[in-house]
Each structure stands twice: as C-alpha cells, then as structure tokens.
C-alpha cells in the first residue's frame, strides 16, 4: 500500500507520521523519539492514540538522529511491512527568502538549505540530517521540503525588514517568521468553518513552547511576532522572545559571555523557564503557588496582549483571534486572562463556552469572535507531499 512520510526533526526529537495518499491523506501512524542522544524513547501510535510500540534507545539507537531515525523506520515498516513509501515530507525551518511554497528536493535543493544553515544554526542541521537519513532509507521516495518561513514570504517590506543598514537586509537578514505549517493549517481550516472570518482580519495565537502570533489578512500572513530567529516576540518555554539588543551587548561586553553562551541562554534557560526558575511547562506554572511562576505566566500573558494590540494595527482591525498549539488549545485560564477587558478591541469572552474548550469561545454579542482551533502540522506537510509527488 503506497504511503507518504513526514518527519519533523527538532534539536533533541523527531517526529514523524505515517499517511495514506488520498488527496485528503489520512494518519496511518504517529511516531515520537525523545531526547535524542541522551535517555532517548521511542513511541508508535494509530490513528486512535494506541500503542503499537514503544521502547528505549538510549544504548544504541538513539545517539544520533540518523540512528534513531534508521532504528524506528524499522520498527515501523516491521509494523507496516506492505507499505510503500512513495514520498517524504520534510519540515525545514529555513527557507530563506524565495521558498514560498513547499518543493521537490534534488540535491542542488538540498544544498540550498545548506546554504542556509547561518540564519538557523540551531535547527537547520537537525532538518537536513532527517533528509539524508530519509534519503538512505527510502532511496526511490520523493523527498519534499515543508518550510516554517513559506507562509509569510509576502510580508509587506515594513513587516520584513529591520531599521539597520540596507546592505543587511539585501544579504536576507530579515522578519522571516515561523511556525508556517501552524498557520497554513489554521488558515485552510478558517477558510472551511468560518469563510467569512477567512476572508477578513485574524490574529492567530499559536501558543505552545515554541510560541508566535501571525496576523493575517484573507488567510495570507501579514505580519509575525516571529523575525529573523525563532527567538523574536512572545516569550515560550525556554525562548526570550523580544530582546532589546542592548541587552546582548551587555550579555557579551559586561558579562563577558561567548556567543554560545548567550545563545544557550536565550534559547534554552529562559523564557517561562528563566522567569519562574522552576519550569518551562504551563501545566506546571498555572499549578503552583510560587510567586515567580506566577510572575512569569503574568509577563507570558501581557506579552500576548501587547502583540495582540500590535498585529490588530497591522490589520487595521480585528474580525477574529483564533488560539492554537499545546497552550493554546488546552489553557483556558490564559485565554480568558488574554482576552479579559478586551472589549475596546470587540473582544467578549463566553465563560461556559472557554471552560467547555468549544471551537467558538465568544459571546453572541462579541464583535470579534474568538477561536480555539487545533493546529495540525504533521497533516500540511503530508498534503504538500501527496500534491508534489503527484507531479514529478
Ligand atoms: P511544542 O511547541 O513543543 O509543539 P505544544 O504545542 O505541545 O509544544 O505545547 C506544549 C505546552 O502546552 C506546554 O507548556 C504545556 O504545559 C502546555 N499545555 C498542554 N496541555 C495543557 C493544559 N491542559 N493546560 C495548560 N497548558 C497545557
């Protein structure tokens, strides 16, 4: 049976589905390892959240994403033995400046995003090292990349541009924005249940420990809390976002700090996990009782606020905010807390409707209507595979 393959390498996971090729594919399987190199897990499930296997790697198969990712393709096609992997679908964080849309990889493709890997140190390498251990595994397979960057290629110049000399922004230092994939979902599923917001000014809060917000004018990104790293904007788990940058001239000059110092700090101690010093899960913070952990939901809040304010100038007004990711779809006390005297914005919250995590979290009287919509990653990019692979 011929299937399509996405995977979805991050720093320390890599996640990966397994689709039909209906024009609507549908998930066969999900497949999760954890914390690559280190006590590395490994976990398979259906369509309905069962287990189909599960297990350690951390002895031998999981020191790398290439030998984690060889050992549960194994695993997986062990469980699939009549499947045909007729393409691979590769989530790509960078795709510069002219990647609009997802696209075949060939190999001066792949050396494209290469090229990139300066504007995603962090990531880009982890992405390419999923596509050559794809490409060892599934040598006939259509290897297709899914970029985070895409959906906001269009950005008006004053939303893509930093005020430093021009000759940097010429070289592609620019707002590129991310979590695409999230919004291109958010966006195709508005236009299905709600076509008339579609068509309008919506403001996207996708809120999970990596977290953004997107302004969107008729379904196409106009402005993102996200620029140049994926460290811009709204704080997440362990990411700053927005920084004065003086701050890292102090971090360097004062503190005497080496840039992968400061590039660990930012990155990975701080955020709601620098803030409350006691964890980067909203679970966790919304729980406790400590002061700090509540300063730091505070500050993760008002930022949303602030952005939130922001991208409805973008817009020029406001018909919807719509919430997604982990956060997003589950904490209904911060989404009450972002859209609390939100009325000068046409924002009314419906209490029953919120604790009831229904799609339309709005009063009848709001003239913004707010959403919680789940965002779905894993099937974009397995759609893109299923179009594309259909034309080479
Ligand atoms: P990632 O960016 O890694 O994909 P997710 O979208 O899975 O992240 O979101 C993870 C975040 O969602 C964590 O901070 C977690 O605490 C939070 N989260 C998940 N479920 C809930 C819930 N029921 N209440 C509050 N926060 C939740």
């Given at each position: 049976m011929s299937h399509?393959?996405?995977?979805?390498?991050?720093?320390?996971?890599?996640?990966?589905?397994?689709?039909?090729?209906d024009q609507t594919?549908?998930?066969?399987?999900?497949?999760?390892?954890?914390?690559?190199?280190?006590?590395?897990s490994f976990r398979l499930e259906d369509a309905e959240g069962t287990v189909l296997s599960a297990g350690d790697m951390s002895t031998r198969d999981g020191a790398t994403h290439a030998s984690a990712l060889s050992a549960a393709l194994t695993e997986l096609l062990a469980l699939f033995p009549n499947s045909d992997i007729r393409a691979v679908g590769d989530r790509?964080?960078?795709?510069?400046?002219?990647?609009?849309?997802?696209?075949?990889?060939d190999e001066a493709g792949i050396a494209g995003l290469e090229a990139l890997t300066p504007f995603a140190p962090l990531h880009q390498p982890h992405n390419l090292a999923g596509i050559r251990a794809a490409q060892s595994a599934f040598g006939q397979a259509v290897q297709i990349a899914c970029f985070d960057t895409a959906f906001h290629r269009n950005h008006p110049f004053v939303n893509d541009t930093f005020a430093i000399p021009r000759r940097f922004y010429d070289k592609g230092v620019r707002r590129y924005g991310f979590h695409g994939l999230s919004y291109d979902y958010i966006s195709g599923e508005m236009a299905r249940i709600a076509p008339h917001l579609h068509a309008g000014r919506v403001v996207v809060a996708h809120l999970g420990n990596g977290a953004s917000m997107c302004g969107m004018l008729s379904g196409r990104s106009m402005a993102s809390t996200m620029g140049f790293s994926a460290l811009d904007?709204?704080?997440?788990?362990t990411r700053s976002g927005q920084?004065?940058?003086?701050?890292?001239?102090?971090?360097?000059?004062?503190?005497?700090?080496?840039t992968s110092e400061v590039s660990d700090l930012l990155y990975k101690q701080s955020g709601l996990l620098g803030l409350s010093e006691l964890?980067?899960?909203m679970r966790m913070l919304l729980t406790s009782d400590d002061a700090k952990a509540r300063e730091a939901v505070e500050y993760f809040v008002f930022r949303i606020r602030r952005e939130l304010g922001g991208l409805a100038a973008a817009l020029q007004g406001l018909d919807a905010l719509v919430f997604t990711g982990?956060?997003?779809?589950?904490a209904r006390e911060i989404r009450a807390r972002v859209c609390a005297g939100m009325a000068w914005l046409g924002i009314e919250l419906d209490e029953a409707r919120n604790m009831a995590n229904d799609t339309l979290i709005s009063s009848d009287f709001s003239r913004t209507r707010v959403m919680v919509v789940p965002t779905n990653e894993e099937l974009v990019i397995a759609r893109a595979a299923v179009h594309l692979m259909n034309r080479v």
């Open positions: 399509v393959l996405t995977l979805n390498a991050g720093s320390s996971s890599l996640k990966f589905g397994l689709f039909t090729t594919p549908v998930a066969v399987a999900t497949g999760l390892i954890d914390a690559i190199g280190g006590a590395t790509v964080v960078h795709g510069g400046q002219h990647h609009a849309e997802p696209v075949v990889l904007g709204l704080p997440m788990g920084l004065d940058p003086g701050v890292m001239l102090y971090l360097l000059d004062q503190e005497g700090l080496s964890s980067n899960d982990g956060i997003g779809e589950n």
